[in-house]
């Protein structure tokens, strides 16, 4: 018998951040999404803490935070008020399918997508990354981080890059995304989308400004479509719409350091900057992860997780359990340089301040923070989504429930590659039957993965 060669199959993988299976009847409405969603879709549970990088790292890899080590949006680093994030691909653990597929020889690239900053393997990166102080500062650090090649898109679509108050991103990677499909046509491109999810912190989870972020998304899935048209690609391209969380509308927010504060465990200089500390928490939106001092000694320790049994004690102190770090690895394969996470009661947020107030409601006249969040156990409240359409995909399949690392080893399964020690799935209900070929006498040769 004669094998027939595999046929070529590309990916491209778009994260509409904060879509929820809820928005999938109104993205139906809108004719670029529609086309994705005739494929197959369905749930996709959230590894813990249900925020952007630890998520969006489970896509590329297949693991959960234990395995590649990205616990959190921000690494902890008590006393400073604004966080380092985990833009360095460096930081991961494990292999990723950037690094998977570059040992198989295929051609990859990344826009926008977390944790893919200084990537060691992207043949194109124009990572996720930005700094506080302005547009210049942060196109001098996004150049920085970059890939050689990725560099070159940078600086052809820096105009596009939208910077009032903040970054905004999303005209940006379209345009830079779009280009690459159709000037350098890799055989993999992961592309993250914010809009939908800064919308929904900004206004709250449906919203008018929520209906046109999805509009504007939209748009931008055109002429991504497009862009595989003009390249002569989109027959061999199997297109996935991922995301990573839903959202909780917020009722009031906790600094849970004050609260250690006026325990001691927080130390302020006579400037009220953090002196020294014992104990602090870190916040991850509707969690807070508890860390101890690496220097701290066992009576400290005993008397830190005696005031938390207080807080979930007390009904004036708005955090309803705490879960061990033994706990959170058993059921959520989870890890991280925490004694274990704080949950809130449904709504609250979780500050990494010290100063101030130390609970802050919704209806406070001095409230000016965000309306809605995530950082919620998986399984609670709105799930995200997870559609695919193409050449290797069954259309109008449902997908009654899978993982964001599923997705992460469906996407390898697709490139022909595997992911070692990975804690998902392939999504097989959605993959179309591999084909049949026959030999020149007409005999049945071996089957062809899908």
Same mark, same amino acid.
């Given at each position: 018998?004669?094998?027939?060669?595999?046929?070529?199959?590309?990916?491209?993988?778009?994260?509409?951040?904060?879509?929820?299976?809820?928005?999938?009847?109104?993205?139906?409405?809108?004719?670029?999404?529609?086309?994705?969603?005739?494929?197959?879709?369905?749930?996709?549970?959230?590894?813990?803490?249900?925020?952007?990088?630890?998520?969006?790292?489970?896509?590329?890899?297949?693991?959960?935070?234990?395995?590649?080590?990205?616990?959190?949006?921000?690494?902890?680093?008590?006393?400073?008020?604004?966080?380092?994030?985990?833009?360095?691909?460096?930081?991961?653990?494990?292999?990723?399918?950037?690094?998977?597929?570059?040992?198989?020889?295929?051609?990859?690239?990344?826009?926008?997508?977390?944790?893919?900053?200084?990537?060691?393997?992207?043949?194109?990166?124009?990572?996720?990354?930005?700094?506080?102080?302005?547009?210049?500062?942060?196109?001098?650090?996004?150049?920085?981080?970059?890939?050689?090649?990725?560099?070159?898109?940078?600086?052809?679509?820096?105009?596009?890059?939208?910077?009032?108050?903040?970054?905004?991103?999303?005209?940006?990677?379209?345009?830079?995304?779009?280009?690459?499909?159709?000037?350098?046509?890799?055989?993999?491109?992961?592309?993250?989308?914010?809009?939908?999810?800064?919308?929904?912190?900004?206004?709250?989870?449906?919203?008018?400004?929520?209906?046109?972020?999805?509009?504007?998304?939209?748009?931008?899935?055109?002429?991504?479509?497009?862009?595989?048209?003009?390249?002569?690609?989109?027959?061999?391209?199997?297109?996935?719409?991922?995301?990573?969380?839903?959202?909780?509308?917020?009722?009031?927010?906790?600094?849970?350091?004050?609260?250690?504060?006026?325990?001691?465990?927080?130390?302020?200089?006579?400037?009220?900057?953090?002196?020294?500390?014992?104990?602090?928490?870190?916040?991850?939106?509707?969690?807070?992860?508890?860390?101890?001092?690496?220097?701290?000694?066992?009576?400290?320790?005993?008397?830190?997780?005696?005031?938390?049994?207080?807080?979930?004690?007390?009904?004036?102190?708005?955090?309803?359990?705490?879960?061990?770090?033994?706990?959170?690895?058993?059921?959520?394969?989870?890890?991280?340089?925490?004694?274990?996470?704080?949950?809130?009661?449904?709504?609250?947020?979780?500050?990494?301040?010290?100063?101030?107030?130390?609970?802050?409601?919704?209806?406070?006249?001095?409230? =000016?923070?965000?309306?809605?969040?995530?950082?919620?156990?998986? =399984?609670?409240?709105?799930?995200?989504?997870?559609?695919?359409?193409?050449?290797?995909?069954?259309?109008?399949?449902?997908?009654?429930?899978?993982?964001?690392?599923?997705?992460?080893?469906?996407?390898?399964?697709?490139?022909?590659?595997?992911?070692?020690?990975?804690?998902?799935?392939?999504?097989?209900?959605?993959?179309?039957?591999?084909?049949?070929?026959?030999?020149?006498?007409?005999?049945?040769?071996?089957?062809?993965?899908?």
């Amino acid at each position: 018998m004669t094998e027939t060669a595999r046929p070529r199959r590309r990916l491209l993988v778009i994260s509409v951040d904060a879509m929820s299976v809820v928005d999938v009847p109104f993205a139906r409405t809108l004719p670029h999404f529609a086309r994705i969603l005739e494929g197959s879709w369905g749930t996709a549970e959230a590894i813990y803490p249900s925020v952007t990088y630890p998520n969006h790292t489970s896509q590329t890899t297949g693991r959960t935070a234990d395995g590649h080590g990205i616990y959190a949006n921000e690494k902890v680093t008590p006393g400073e008020r604004i966080p380092d994030w985990f833009w360095d691909a460096r930081d991961i653990a494990c292999p990723t399918l950037f690094d998977l597929a570059k040992e198989q020889g295929l051609s990859t690239a990344a826009v926008g997508w977390p944790a893919t900053g200084w990537s060691p393997s992207l043949d194109i990166a124009v990572p996720e990354i930005w700094d506080r102080a302005g547009l210049e500062p942060t196109l001098a650090v996004l150049r920085e981080a970059s890939t050689l090649r990725g560099r070159e898109y940078v600086d052809r679509h820096a105009h596009e890059i939208g910077w009032d108050r903040k970054h905004r991103f999303g005209r940006f990677n379209t345009a830079v995304a779009a280009d690459i499909l159709r000037t350098d046509a890799p055989d993999v491109l992961f592309l993250h989308l914010v809009d939908v999810d800064s919308a929904r912190h900004a206004t709250g989870r449906f919203t008018a400004e929520v209906k046109e972020a999805f509009e504007r998304v939209d748009g931008w899935l055109g002429e991504l479509l497009a862009a595989l048209e003009d390249a002569g690609t989109a027959a061999e391209t199997d297109i996935a719409i991922v995301s990573d969380h839903g959202h909780v509308e917020v009722g009031r927010v906790l600094r849970a350091n004050a609260l250690l504060g006026r325990q001691g465990f927080v130390r302020l200089d006579a400037d009220g900057e953090v002196s020294s500390w014992d104990a602090w928490v870190h916040g991850c939106g509707l969690t807070g992860q508890l860390h101890l001092h690496p220097e701290a000694d066992e009576t400290t320790r005993e008397k830190v997780l005696a005031l938390v049994e207080d807080w979930v004690a007390d009904p004036e102190v708005p955090v309803q359990a705490f879960h061990p770090l033994t706990d959170m690895h058993e059921d959520y394969g989870w890890s991280g340089p925490f004694l274990g996470i704080l949950e809130g009661v449904s709504g609250t947020a979780f500050q990494n301040l010290w100063d101030g107030r130390w609970l802050i409601d919704r209806f406070d006249p001095e409230y =000016e923070f965000l309306l809605s969040q995530h950082g919620h156990l998986p =399984e609670q409240d709105i799930q995200a989504v997870f559609a695919m359409t193409g050449p290797s995909i069954e259309p109008g399949r449902r997908i009654t429930r899978c993982t964001v690392t599923d997705e992460a080893v469906t996407f390898a399964h697709l490139l022909g590659l595997e992911i070692p020690d990975a804690d998902g799935r392939v999504v097989e209900e959605i993959l179309r039957p591999a084909p049949v070929h026959q030999d020149a006498v007409g005999q049945e040769a071996v089957p062809q993965e899908a």
